[in-house]
């Protein structure tokens, strides 16, 4: 599989969020083979913005499960807005772009991991990733400031309801469900 984990940073998200965020995606990375002949592995931050200065491309650790580690570690939060659409496009476009490293043969798993409160359209870039053949999912997490995550447009990213996940108050029994989840979708 080439899986692609897409993280909100917004200000809304939050610094707790962030960090528990954070340790949560490192342990689906690390439960991962990372190989040739199992999984790649992209990873960026997004807010108003695609930071691609600390992206992780596919074809950045293609075997080096250590290296992918350290540079996913170096990601940090900053920053302001939520274009959850326009980095889901920046997926579309870039990431999974032959030259980026994906592979034809694997099966793309698309994660985004958001407050689900973006101020641009989701619905058109999920639909259109899914329609290429990927598998989307969303994580919605709380924000700080207790609004909620907006579960219509998490739907809209995950294209159906059990493939959503709630961090509720933090990201326990979240990493069972998914990779759980995961699991069916890809083995049957």
């Known amino acids: 599989?080439?899986?692609?984990?897409?993280?909100?940073?917004?200000?809304?998200?939050?610094?707790?969020?962030?960090?528990?965020?954070?340790?949560?995606?490192?342990?689906?990375?690390?439960?991962?083979?990372?190989?040739?002949?199992?999984?790649?592995?992209?990873?960026?931050?997004?807010?108003?913005?695609?930071?691609?200065?600390?992206?992780?491309?596919?074809?950045?650790?293609?075997?080096?499960?250590?290296?992918?580690l350290e540079a996913y570690d170096a990601i940090v939060h900053n920053g302001r807005g939520t274009m959850t659409g326009q980095a889901l496009q920046y997926v579309n476009d870039t990431i999974l772009a032959d030259v980026a490293g994906n592979r034809p043969e694997a099966v793309d798993v698309v994660l985004t991991v958001t407050d689900g409160r973006s101020v641009d359209d989701v619905t058109a870039i999920s639909d259109s990733l899914r329609q290429r053949g990927a598998l989307t999912y969303a994580i919605g997490v709380i924000p700080p400031n207790k609004k909620g995550a907006d579960r219509d447009q998490l739907l809209s990213i995950a294209g159906e309801a059990n493939n959503i996940f709630l961090a509720i108050n933090n990201f326990d029994g979240v990493f069972d469900k998914f990779i759980g989840k995961l699991d069916e979708d890809l083995c049957g």
């Not at 080439?2 to 917004?10: A, C, F, K, M």
């Not at 190989?35 to 600390?54: C, E, G, H, P, W």
């Open 1 to 68: 599989m080439d899986l692609v984990v897409v993280l909100d940073s917004s200000s809304s998200f939050g610094k707790k969020n962030w960090a528990e965020m954070k340790m949560f995606i490192r342990q689906i990375l690390s439960s991962f083979d990372i190989s040739l002949t199992a999984t790649r592995a992209a990873v960026f931050r997004y807010n108003s913005m695609v930071y691609n200065d600390s992206q992780i491309l596919l074809s950045d650790f293609p075997t080096n499960k250590s290296g992918l």
